[in-house]
């Protein structure tokens, strides 16, 4: 480093943004503050460096840099320089004290909700079905609550409590269970690490969801042909993606991030197949579902992108993920629907999962097909021995419970005439 040139002059703000580089390094010092003084770098660069033995009396002066000018104000660099002139008088290095406060800075960093949410979300959630999911939740947690910027170590039992409770106020009683496990198991992961300084016990340990919550029902909440007949023509009025994305779950009863996040790569419409790899299902095994001719005809009539995904708002690089607002629109074109044959009528409240049990429901009132063969058409694997030895994949099963559904969706959505009845054909035989 070439040795730079020394001048002397009381440094003001308009001083040090006059200052010009030149081909080598130079040095101001500042009148009021001894040792203080501004490097000028042929880059234009201007710092605050302080020139002391920093080591002790019996070591060499060097320049130590306190910061960038811009970056630390005049008045900040001559506090700094005084801070540091104790220090080196009671025989103490300053830039161990920096090193330490560094460390604790960064220490604190990692610590904070939303980088142990980071970590947590690569270790754990990425490769889980439901993860990005889990992710997504509690990252809006972070941001809604200010959680996000503070140590995990400094949320408690009651802060947690008061937002899951915020929830259950606003009737969201199955989303508030969820949450409140999806906060359970993050704390018990950072816990486990024993990498996060403090972090001995989770503030969820004492929390009980009966208690703050209240009992975790199951749903059943299944649509009436009246309400499925609204819902088709509510697909048809929402457009794409959302409309097609939803007559696609109601014709297949696969889970909605199976449909939405679905690929063309996944589908071959000549043999009427789509397969769900296994990373995309709950049961970690790939899933073919065979495809109604109805089925089909809402796929050939999606858009083609670039991008591998039919269902999308970004060129086909990416699936849809704004179900919120989806659903939303969804519930106000049925509504209008259902009006339009009752003044009187209503929808009482259902999600999404609930087309899902709707269609396991059907498959049920067709008694042409089994109970194993209606599980493993929403994608259930067998249990117990079965799964291990019976390999038989149930495909021609499969397609005939499918295509029975379409013929019994269809004749929901469009009645057939008085005298005419409704034919799905001779029951398959079955291995």
């Known amino acids: 480093m070439p040795k730079a040139s020394t001048d002397k002059r009381a440094l003001t703000d308009r001083t040090l943004r006059s200052l010009k580089p030149k081909d080598k390094p130079y040095d101001i010092r500042d009148t009021e503050v001894r040792g203080l003084r501004v490097r000028v770098m042929p880059s234009g660069q201007r710092s605050f460096v302080l020139l002391a033995r920093h080591s002790g009396k019996h070591s060499a002066p060097t320049r130590r840099a306190l910061g960038v000018y811009d970056v630390m104000s005049l008045e900040e660099a001559r506090d700094e320089a005084r801070q540091w002139q104790k220090l080196i008088k009671k025989g103490v290095d300053p830039s161990t004290i920096r090193q330490r406060e560094r460390v604790e800075k960064e220490r604190e960093q990692k610590n904070t909700f939303r980088a142990v949410l980071e970590a947590f979300n690569k270790d754990k959630l990425e490769g889980l079905r439901r993860g990005r999911e889990v992710n997504r939740d509690l990252e809006k947690l972070a941001n809604e609550t200010g959680w996000g910027g503070r140590p995990i170590t400094d949320i408690t039992a009651l802060e947690v409590r008061d937002v899951i409770k915020q929830y259950k106020d606003r009737g969201k009683i199955h989303h508030a269970h969820n949450l409140l496990g999806y906060i359970r198991r993050l704390f018990n992961w950072a816990i486990d690490q024993q990498v996060y300084v403090g972090l001995e016990t989770s503030p969820c340990d004492r929390l009980?969801?009966?208690?703050?919550?209240?009992?975790?029902?199951?749903?059943?909440?299944?649509?009436?042909?009246?309400?499925?007949?609204?819902?088709?023509?509510?697909?048809?009025?929402?457009?794409?993606?959302?409309?097609?994305?939803?007559?696609?779950?109601?014709?297949?009863?696969?889970?909605?991030?199976?449909?939405?996040?679905?690929?063309?790569?996944?589908?071959?419409?000549?043999?009427?197949?789509?397969?769900?790899?296994?990373?995309?299902?709950?049961?970690?095994?790939?899933?073919?579902?065979?495809?109604?001719?109805?089925?089909?005809?809402?796929?050939?009539?999606?858009?083609?992108?670039?991008?591998?995904?039919?269902?999308?708002?970004?060129?086909?690089?990416?699936?849809?993920?704004?179900?919120?607002?989806?659903?939303r629109l969804f519930d106000v074109e049925i509504i209008k629907a259902l009006l339009e044959s009752d003044a009187k009528a209503k929808l009482p409240h259902f999600v999404i999962h609930d087309i899902r049990r709707t269609v396991r429901t059907e498959l049920s009132a067709i008694p042409s097909i089994s109970d194993l063969v209606r599980e493993l058409v929403i994608g259930h694997t067998k249990s117990g021995l079965h799964k291990v030895y019976d390999q038989y994949a149930y495909l021609d099963e499969k397609r005939h419970a499918l295509d029975a559904w379409a013929a019994r969706l269809r004749s929901i959505v469009k009645p057939p005439p008085a005298n005419v009845v409704e034919f799905t054909g001779p029951p398959v035989a079955r291995a």
């Open 208 to 327: 009980k969801p009966n208690a703050i919550i209240g009992e975790k029902k199951l749903r059943n909440r299944i649509l009436n042909d009246t309400e499925l007949r609204a819902a088709w023509i509510a697909t048809d009025r929402m457009g794409y993606p959302y409309g097609p994305l939803f007559k696609l779950s109601m014709l297949t009863g696969q889970r909605k991030s199976e449909v939405a996040e679905a690929q063309w790569s996944e589908f071959d419409l000549a043999k009427k197949i789509w397969t769900i790899p296994a990373d995309r299902m709950k049961a970690d095994a790939a899933h073919i579902v065979p495809l109604s001719d109805d089925a089909v005809v809402v796929l050939k009539s999606l858009p083609r992108f670039d991008g591998d995904y039919p269902f999308s708002v970004s060129n086909g690089r990416a699936p849809v993920r704004a179900f919120s607002a989806a659903k």
